[in-house]
């Protein structure tokens, strides 16, 4: 017998487990059927092709009929629901008489933070269940009263299909016949009955801003990457080139033309991008291309930093296998893959994962704690174990459903430190000890890095951590943290720095140049020249360069020869490679007309020979993070602002390539460099050259080092140094 209250809690919509009442059930009265539908004038059960007219039994709109001589339940798919109201009569196979699509051992496994497949569990999925087609939803809520799935297929109405309660506040249910397209979101109610429209944090596809709610979505993708994927496994990215082309999506390049609807730019679609992006760094040589965030986001200004929707790429540029079609051109093409990946905050929209029940699930309540307070977004709960597989499960996810070969972390520093950006005592917690370090979310890095190292061997994760953590990329067996690479901003600073320096002055500022390589191979080291370097009123590369318009090219030029020459892997956000002078914007597409002129053609044609060359020459790649590939011949010549050092490749001893830099506008004529050996080196690159747009001056293509002993070296070169240029010059074969 059926407790009236328990009927009056599903009325009111508080019930948290209404199949247990709603769907068919064996009872003693014999087989019953129970339908909540508060909307409809009539109510049916169709089976075996009768008609079986319900019964109200509670004025909420509980429908009711029970077939006395029926002993048995019939499969889920074996009857429908025929309701008739104002649009007519419609039928359709009861959600509530399915069974839950998420077994105990998820629900374990979520619960102790170790559910390393969570989004094929969670979210949405269109599967068949038990020999019914639909869609299962489910969603974690625990200090909700109410969870219903709402969206398209039910005019979204939360009263129609309320989900069940499963152990650890996991909501569930299988609604038949919700196909992929279709969009919905959770409406929560929580202690308080405040009433949350929420979208669905393992969703795999979203609506294009300004909607933001999820989208059923299924994955139809045929890969053909198999060689690439065996390649990458098989093989240590450490000793492999890395030069990574870094990528806004929407506007490297757009079509031409007035905005469309709503002003939203003339974006290229991923398979248009597949088609013109993907050739083109294949042609520059760049073997990888580093995406600012496709996951959702709802804010076009945020360039993607301020996630809404962790498992789901932007539908900005097309569909989840439109992207995955990406991928795989990339692939196909040679080219990796690296996605920015933020882990370290989310933002307050409403419809995202802020307060996501009524509490503060995926955030810390005390804002000292759970904000940050400069970027107006939550920090995650990194102690709370369903939290950290919340994150573990979206990296992984990016691996394994979309073949991504690299995730850059964004803000780690953020993450490492409870008083990052504090401005005082007051406004931060110390840890247990009394510290000042997160230890929760050092503890979830180092899980990070070592769950994407044993399930994706050849996968990097790459940390932008601008302070001085120390053994960021060192093994978490050591008491590192176990990322695979680590931004220099150290170096990007100093460089930088250098190089808006009149080079009158320059003499004074040498240990700019040079003070990187002092804690060089500290750490495994990417040298970046981001998209962070080319907004907020700091200028373009180019701009930043000091000099006449000459100069500032002569400079960009020296700048990115001196930096491929340099210990650590190489990226460059684009445009860089075409010399554009104005600040990078989302909005607007890069300024592919300034090839036109011969001196900006010049300095992409300069970037794509040092990526060749950087290819080509192991000596330049293979022992980036070792000493022993790497030695100054002379880093103290600061009067004449010149440089000169030795890349060496461990393998081939006798292989070397000697990088000098002059950055001053005046030529050095018999400029003395000692090498290791006698004989003709070749000058394989050149800034100065007419090519690239400079002046012309250089050595004829090579040069005979002699016998003669210089800075500590048997042999010696004697070098014509071109003004604001960097030579490199290849051992003799």
């Known amino acids: 017998m059926v407790d009236l209250r328990d009927l009056d809690r599903l009325a009111d919509l508080r019930h948290r487990d209404p199949h247990t009442l709603l769907g068919r059930h064996v009872e003693a009265e014999g087989l019953t059927f129970r339908v909540f539908r508060p909307d409809v004038d009539e109510v049916a059960i169709i089976w075996d092709g009768v008609r079986h007219a319900m019964t109200l039994v509670h004025p909420g709109g509980i429908y009711a009929l029970t077939l006395p001589e029926i002993g048995t339940a019939p499969p889920p798919g074996a009857y429908q629901v025929a309701i008739v109201g104002t649009a007519g009569e419609h039928r359709f196979c009861d959600p509530y008489a399915f069974s839950p699509t998420i077994g105990a051992l998820d629900l374990h496994l979520f619960g102790e933070g170790r559910h390393e497949e969570l989004q094929r569990v969670f979210g949405a999925h269109h599967r068949e269940h038990q020999g019914v087609w639909g869609t299962s939803f489910s969603v974690w809520a625990p200090a909700a009263e109410r969870v219903s799935v709402v969206g398209s297929h039910n005019h979204w109405n939360g009263c129609l299909h309320m989900m069940r309660c499963l152990s650890g506040g996991v909501w569930e249910i299988f609604l ?9 979101k959770f409406e929560i109610v929580d202690a308080d009955d405040n009433i949350l429209i929420k979208s669905d944090p393992l969703g795999r596809e979203m609506e294009l801003r300004p909607g933001n709610a999820s989208r059923v979505s299924r994955d139809r993708y045929a890969w053909q990457d198999a060689a690439w994927l065996a390649d990458r496994e098989a093989n240590d990215p450490q000793t492999r080139p890395l030069a990574i082309y870094e990528v806004h999506l929407g506007s490297w390049r757009q079509h031409p033309g007035p905005r469309r609807h709503h002003g939203r730019p003339n974006w290229l679609s991923y398979r248009e991008l597949a088609a013109e992006l993907v050739p083109y760094v294949a042609e520059m040589g760049f073997t990888h291309i580093e995406l600012l965030p496709v996951m959702e986001h709802p804010f076009d200004g945020s360039w993607g930093y301020q996630v809404g929707g962790f498992f789901a790429p932007t539908s900005r540029y097309g569909t989840p296998d439109d992207f995955r079609a990406f991928v795989d051109a990339c692939h196909q093409a040679g080219i990796g893959v690296i996605l920015d990946w933020v882990p370290a905050h989310f933002p307050k929209d409403a419809f995202a994962l802020g307060r996501f029940d009524g509490t503060a699930l995926y955030e810390h309540l005390d804002a000292r704690q759970g904000e940050h307070k400069q970027w107006g977004t939550y920090v995650f709960n990194y102690g709370r174990p369903e939290v950290k597989n919340f994150l573990l499960a979206s990296a ?40 000042r370090e997160n230890l929760e979310a050092v503890a979830f890095l180092r899980e990070l890095n070592e769950v994407v190292a044993e399930r994706h061997p050849g996968c990097l994760v790459i940390a932008e951590e601008s302070t001085a953590w120390p053994g960021v990329t060192h093994a978490t067996a050591r008491g590192g943290l176990g990322f695979d690479l680590k931004w220099n901003m150290g170096w990007m600073h100093d460089t930088l720095a250098y190089f808006q320096k009149d080079p009158i002055h320059r003499a004074f500022h040498h240990n700019l140049l040079t003070f990187g390589l002092m804690y060089a191979f500290s750490e495994r080291f990417v040298l970046p020249l981001s998209h962070d370097e080319v907004v907020h009123l700091k200028r373009s590369l180019l701009d930043k360069m000091a000099g006449d318009r000459w100069q500032k090219l002569a400079n960009l030029r020296a700048l990115y020869a001196h930096m491929w020459a340099h210990p650590g892997k190489k990226l460059l956000f684009m445009g860089g490679e075409l010399g554009v002078w104005g600040e990078w914007s989302e909005e607007e597409p890069l300024d592919w007309a300034i090839l036109g002129d011969p001196d900006h053609a010049g300095l992409q044609r300069l970037m794509r020979d040092l990526n060749h060359l950087y290819r080509e020459i192991p000596a330049m790649w293979r022992a980036d993070h070792l000493p022993t590939g790497f030695s ?34 005046v030529p050095r004529h018999g400029y003395r460099v000692g090498v290791p050996r006698a004989g003709i080196h070749q000058e394989v690159l050149n800034t100065d050259a007419t090519v690239y747009g400079g002046s012309g001056m250089g050595n004829l293509g090579a040069v005979e080092a002699v016998e003669v002993e210089s800075h500590g070296r048997p042999a010696s070169l004697t070098l014509t140094l071109p003004p604001l240029s960097v030579l490199y010059l290849r051992a003799p074969s």
């Not at 690299?406 to 510290?435: F, I, K, Q, T």
């Open 632 to 665: 100054w011949v002379d880093a103290n010549d600061s009067a004449q602002s010149v440089v000169s050092y030795l890349r060496f490749d461990p393998d081939s001893a006798d292989d070397y390539l000697l990088a000098v830099g002059n950055f001053t506008p």
């Open 396 to 435: 992984l996810s990016w691996l394994a459903e979309f073949h991504i070969d690299g995730l850059r972390c964004d803000a780690v520093a953020s993450m490492l430190y409870l008083d990052y950006a504090a401005e005082g005592a007051h406004d931060w917690v110390p840890n247990r000890y009394g510290g």
């Open 176 to 184: 038949p016949g919700v196909e992929p397209g279709e969009v919905y």
